[in-house]
């Protein structure tokens, strides 16, 4: 009699279960799709602020070691050091965001803040100033050299739908900080360029998106210059698996940074991982 009472009650209980099942895909059929971009593409500023009250984290992870010199001893690439990126910036008031950020080469520090003029409709417009303030010191100089630069960026952003975006970012920097032991050539300073990146939902939480960025000159670059992701997003979270030529984050080290590698036939790995909480309803 036990017995059967508990074999009533599983089949009731799964009757229940089943019932509910469809309407929970009809709900998770029906939730929108989250963002094809965050406020932070890969390395790119997107054309979005966060709502008003928002904090955001950012970690950014790129592997030193370069794909093709690494094999199944090392993990490809996953037993080597690695650049570290750490970031923090809050939305104080709408379409405004205001931040800083950290990272590990060259220990440059990022100030920025940003403000979104068009939020709406097939095309999303977004300002970004700031500036880069490198701490290493260049071993090769008696005085040592400290170097700083500021910059200022555009963000253009058209809306393909629901799911794919394109987005331009003219970029200008007074100086970049992509060598590490050499005072700066002429060439390196007063740098503008036009990265670009692209965006797309392959389903509701689940994006792809890859960045360019130019060349500097026939002479000075080596190639183009390229990275590219897939994000996996859930409710506060974002995570980004990247793979490019291009490690270096921030404005001033991504701008000019394809020169300064050894072989831009050389790709690295690394990830992403954003968090954001609201502090004020």
């Known amino acids: ?19 509910r099942l469809p309407a929970q895909d009809a709900d998770a059929a029906a939730a929108p799709a989250r963002p094809t971009e965050g406020p932070v593409i890969i390395h790119l500023p997107s054309a979005e602020v966060p709502k008003a ?34 970031g923090l910036s809050y939305a104080p008031l709408p379409h405004l965001d205001v931040g ?3 990272s590990s080469y060259l220990d440059v520090y990022e100030v920025f ?19 880069d303030f490198r701490t290493e010191r260049n071993l090769d100089s008696e005085e040592g050299y400290s170097r700083n ?9 058209w809306v393909i739908s629901s799911r794919g975006r394109i987005t331009a970012v003219p970029t200008y920097v007074s100086e970049t900080s992509g060598q590490p032991f050499t005072n700066p050539k002429p060439s390196y300073k007063r740098i503008f360029q036009i990265p670009t990146a692209l965006s797309f939902g392959v389903t509701r939480s689940i994006n792809v998106q890859a960045e360019i960025y130019p060349r500097l000159s026939r002479i000075d670059s080596q190639g183009v210059g390229w990275t590219a992701a897939i994000e996996k997003t859930v409710a506060g979270h974002r995570f980004a698996f990247t793979v490019g030529n291009v490690r270096t984050t921030t404005v001033d ?6 020169p300064f590698q050894v072989n831009p036939h050389d790709y690295y790995i690394g990830f992403n991982l954003m968090r954001q909480w609201k502090l004020k309803r």
């Open 149 to 157: 630069g500021f910059f200022a960026q555009g963000i253009v952003a």
């Open 53 to 86: 009250g928002t904090l955001t984290l950012l970690f950014t992870h790129r592997f030193s070691e370069p794909l093709a010199k690494s094999d199944f001893h090392s993990l490809y690439s996953f037993d080597s050091g690695a650049d570290i990126g750490i």
């Open 253 to 258: 080290q991504y701008v000019g940074s394809v």
């Open 1 to 19: 009699m036990r017995k059967q009472s508990i074999g009533v009650l599983l089949l009731v209980g799964g009757i229940l279960v089943a019932g």
């Open 100 to 102: 800083f950020y950290r």
């Open 113 to 131: 803040g940003k403000y979104q003029f068009l939020s709406d409709g097939p095309v999303r417009v977004s300002a970004r100033a700031g500036g």
